[in-house]
Nanobody
Framework: QVQLVESGGGLVQPGGSLRLSCAAS????????MGWYRQAPGKRRELVAA???????NYPDSVKGRFTVSRDNAANLVYLQMNSLKPEDTAVYYC???????????????WGQGTQVTVSS
């Protein structure tokens, strides 16, 4: 069993900051990619940030320069620092991890339950 638990969402004013955290636990041998997606009402889920175990990162243009993803490989943690937040950043943010249970299993994606981020004055 694998669990991903997010924390840190909430209500923030435009221009403010929030830091999301996600902890992966359970029968985990290794995690290749960890990251964050978001989904606003009526919209598709979209990638926000991703980071590999080697530290390579990926961001869409909509958040580049404002959001920073980081991770603690030893503790299976991933963080998302969000600065200069805009109302259009309002969404449910989901943590995910591309992981495997042992050295001969395939990598699979696992998801957290999501945390609400609301940017509003």
């Amino acid at each position: 069993q694998v669990q991903l638990v997010e924390s840190g969402g909430g209500l923030v004013q435009p221009g403010g900051s929030l830091r999301l955290s996600c902890a992966a636990s359970g029968s985990i041998f290794s995690i290749y990619v960890m990251g964050w997606y978001r989904q606003a009402p009526g919209k598709r889920r979209e990638l926000v940030a991703a980071i590999t175990s080697g530290g390579d990162t990926n961001y869409p243009d909509s958040v580049k320069g404002r959001f920073t993803v980081s991770r603690d490989n030893a503790a299976n943690l991933v963080y998302l620092q969000m600065n200069s937040l805009k109302p259009e950043d309002t969404a449910v943010y989901y943590c995910y991890a591309d992981l495997r249970f042992n050295s001969y299993s395939s990598y699979r994606d696992y998801w957290g339950q999501g945390t609400q981020v609301t940017v509003s004055s």
